[in-house]
């Protein structure tokens, strides 16, 4: 254990020492660092490296020198490493709602896992639960429509996983041929999203018998798992898979370089939530809500190398459409970190939230400040070890359930299976990292313990929790004789040339393409009425209206 902690001391000694040279009181306040943004230049272009299921524990720039990963490291080093970024939600689908729309997944209605399955008639049956997509609340878009509005070419490759059907109206092209190299413009600005799956929790028994890279003998074992060749095998896997990431990542941005457009490019590497072993997927401790988070700005510009501030993945949306000198929209929940309209006052506290994972249904929240983190558990007979049949794939969950039936799993890694579930849990994240000591019942933290149970109250009421009411009530609220409503047909006028075009839902998005053409454009003028076209109305949580065919007149 104390060789494992160990690796967490050293970077933060190191920091420390930078902070102590650098003589500057404002990271001790938790200031945010001003980044300069020239407000008359054009649009940056902004890549995401996206990896799944990874913590920030398991990385070189975090401290953990297990392999190394140089394509990470280099742009660690000329970009700025965030300690404190995290999830709304430990799993894939909720997050990247979140990261899409700027707002919770507990205010969309995203917060299940999952609640859309592809074109999958069934979701989950055993419970009842269809495959739908939740009616997002009023004026909620995808934020890479305003970018598109703006003339930005926005491309995904090519997970989506919305937890909710994705529009056309979003993206130029969302496949695994996916570049900003298809863009037809090479003038354009482009926002490029890549997602590398390789890290994902399925990888650690798919790739139970590729090449490893380091050895099991050699690798850290956290506190809250049993020391022995089960476990440390499927840690070794994913250190082996985080470097085939690395070199996936180093072919991209050797592109970036070739195209003379790596410098000026804002760059994201993050994880989209916590590592993909138990207790850190699916968890809202540290290890399923922090992720890792590298920011290489525009000219490699950076007042530092490392950012202490509290970030969450809904001010993602907000930041970008700054930077691309847009005003982010009042509903959405995030802020602007930077440019033309960043929020410079720090985030004080981040909301993390855990309800249905799959067959396992559960409903946690929490809520960490600076030093703290407060846990409450609405179901105390629930175990956190949700029963699920997926995650039973993977040798170490294997392992950990028959260690916990033979009781032979020590105190700390027995936790995770304890029932009942304290009401409530309050940890010291700088003594505690792993919260692993409940300080919730100690007077000497009690008001503590009031404060983030105040916070979290308050947050649950003003963002409209939407855990409060059974997935099936929500279910009957959205659907319409079990299916998502449909909009209603596009209604057309035709004046002077041109052809206007109207939906009666004021918050649908109007999409329209060319005949022959595959990407769709979103609607924002008249169109003339020499020309045919196909044209449509979109909403999140509706299906598609019925197409409008024109034929010139």
């Given at each position: 254990m104390n060789n494992f902690l160990q690796k967490f001391t050293k970077p933060l000694l190191a920091k420390c020492f930078l902070v102590i040279c650098l003589s500057n009181p404002l990271l001790f306040f938790g200031q945010k660092k001003n980044i300069k943004t020239n407000l008359n230049a054009s649009p940056?272009?902004?890549?995401?490296?996206?990896?799944?299921?990874?913590?920030?524990?398991?990385?070189?720039?975090?401290?953990?020198?297990?392999?190394?990963?140089?394509?990470?490291?280099a742009l660690a080093l000329e970009g700025v490493i965030f300690n404190n970024?995290?999830?709304?939600?430990?799993?894939?689908?909720?997050?990247?709602?979140?990261?899409?729309?700027?707002?919770?997944?507990?205010?969309?209605?995203?917060?299940?896992?999952?609640?859309?399955?592809?074109?999958?008639?069934?979701?989950?049956?055993?419970?009842?639960?269809?495959?739908?997509?939740?009616?997002v609340p009023e004026n909620t878009h995808m934020f890479t429509e305003y970018l598109r509005e703006k003339g930005y070419y926005c491309t995904n490759n090519y997970k989506e996983d919305y937890n909710f059907r994705t529009l056309e109206s979003v993206?130029?092209?969302?496949?695994?041929k996916a570049t900003w190299r298809n863009r037809p413009d090479k003038n354009k600005p482009f926002f490029s999203v890549f997602n590398f799956n390789m890290t994902h929790e399925g990888a650690i028994w798919r790739f139970t018998e590729d090449e490893l890279f380091v050895l099991p003998e050699s690798v850290p074992v956290p506190p809250i798992f049993p020391d022995n060749n089960i476990v440390r095998k499927d840690l070794a896997i994913n250190y082996s898979n985080l470097k085939r990431m690395d070199d996936a990542i180093g072919k991209l941005i050797v592109q970036l370089k070739e195209d003379g457009l790596y410098e000026n490019t804002i760059i994201f590497f993050y994880g989209d939530h916590g590592g993909p072993f138990p207790r850190y997927k699916r968890a809202l401790y540290e290890t399923g809500t922090k992720v890792p988070l590298v920011i290489k700005f525009q000219g490699n510009e950076k007042e530092s190398d490392y950012n202490d501030d509290l970030v969450s993945f809904i001010d993602f949306a907000p930041t970008l459409l700054s930077w691309a000198g847009i005003k982010p929209p009042e509903n959405m929940q995030g802020k602007a970190l930077f440019g033309m309209y960043q929020d410079t006052i720090a985030r004080k506290s981040i909301f993390t939230t855990a309800d249905r994972f799959g067959e396992g249904v559960d409903r946690l929240r929490a809520v960490r400040s600076k030093d703290y983190k407060y846990i409450r558990n609405f179901n105390v007979n629930q175990s956190n070890a949700l029963a699920l049949k997926y995650r039973d794939e993977m040798p170490l969950m294997r392992n950990l359930k028959e260690m916990h039936k033979n009781a032979t799993l020590d105190s700390v890694q027995e936790l995770w299976f304890r029932v009942p579930k304290p009401e409530e849990e309050l940890y010291n994240l700088e003594k505690d990292p792993y919260e692993l000591i409940n300080l919730a019942n100690r007077k000497e933290h009690k008001d503590t313990l009031v404060y983030l149970r105040n916070l979290l109250d308050n947050w649950i009421e003003e963002t409209?929790?939407?855990?409060?009411?059974?997935?099936?009530?929500?279910?009957?609220?959205?659907?319409?004789?079990?299916?998502?409503?449909?909009?209603?047909?596009l209604k057309v006028m035709e004046q002077n040339q041109h052809v206007y075009l109207t939906s009666?839902?004021?918050?649908?998005?109007?999409?329209?393409?060319?005949?022959?053409?595959?990407?769709?454009?979103?609607?924002?003028?008249?169109?003339?009425?020499?020309?045919?076209?196909?044209?449509?109305?979109?909403?999140?949580?509706?299906?598609?209206?019925?197409?409008?065919?024109?034929?010139?007149?």
């Open positions: 940056p272009n902004i890549v995401w490296f996206v990896t799944e299921d990874q913590s920030p524990e398991f990385f070189p720039m975090y401290g953990d020198s297990t392999i190394s990963l140089p394509n990470l490291e970024a995290y999830t709304p939600v430990p799993v894939c689908a909720p997050t990247r709602s979140s990261l899409i729309t700027g707002m919770y997944p507990t205010t969309l209605g995203t917060h299940n896992m999952r609640t859309y399955n592809g074109n999958s008639i069934e979701n989950r049956p055993e419970l009842g639960i269809p495959n739908y997509s939740p009616v993206w130029d092209d969302s496949s695994d409209g929790d939407l855990g409060r009411i059974p997935e099936k009530e929500l279910i009957a609220k959205w659907l319409v004789d079990g299916q998502n409503p449909q909009l209603e047909p009666n839902v004021h918050d649908a998005t109007i999409i329209w393409k060319f005949p022959d053409a595959i990407s769709w454009n979103i609607y924002n003028e008249p169109l003339l009425s020499k020309q045919e076209f196909e044209a449509k109305v979109v909403r999140i949580g509706f299906k598609d209206s019925p197409i409008l065919r024109y034929r010139k007149k």
